[in-house]
């Protein structure tokens, strides 16, 4: 099993900067990726970005191509999402994933560990 803990959401004006962490424990040497997805109320699950362990790839949704960083810190088993210039838009539930097969896809099914979420919210 793969435990996920997202932190660092919060309530930010539109055009301000959040940074959200995913601590990962337990058997990460299973997972090849993590990836960042989010919720609107009442909407499946939206891919934002997705980056392998290595950092040898990444892999953003275009929404968020230019603002959104995503990067990983392997000693401390941790990846990272820096968000930039935020739009009213990008409110939402930020959820960290991670995948067992390899891949950087954005198809929510492929990911088989999942965090609880946190919560962003950007204000006009």
């Known amino acids: 099993q793969v435990q996920l803990v997202e932190s660092g959401g919060g309530l930010v004006q539109a055009g301000g900067s959040l940074r959200l962490s995913c601590a990962a424990s337990?058997?990460?040497?299973?997972?090849?990726?993590l990836a960042w997805f989010r919720q609107f109320p009442g909407k499946e699950r939206e891919f934002v970005a997705a980056?392998?362990?290595?950092?040898?790839?990444?892999n953003y949704a275009h929404s968020v191509k230019g603002r959104f960083t995503i990067s990983r810190d392997n000693a401390k088993n941790t990846v990272y999402l820096q968000m930039n210039s935020l739009k009213t838009e990008d409110t939402a539930v930020y959820h960290c994933?991670?995948?067992?097969?390899?891949?950087?896809?954005?198809?929510?099914?492929?990911?088989?560990?999942w965090g609880q979420g946190t919560q962003v919210t950007v204000s006009s």
């Open positions: 994933a991670a995948r067992t097969t390899y891949g950087l896809g954005p198809r929510a099914g492929e990911y088989a560990y």
């Open positions: 337990g058997r990460t040497f299973s997972t090849y990726a």
């Open positions: 980056i392998y362990w290595d950092g040898s790839l990444t």
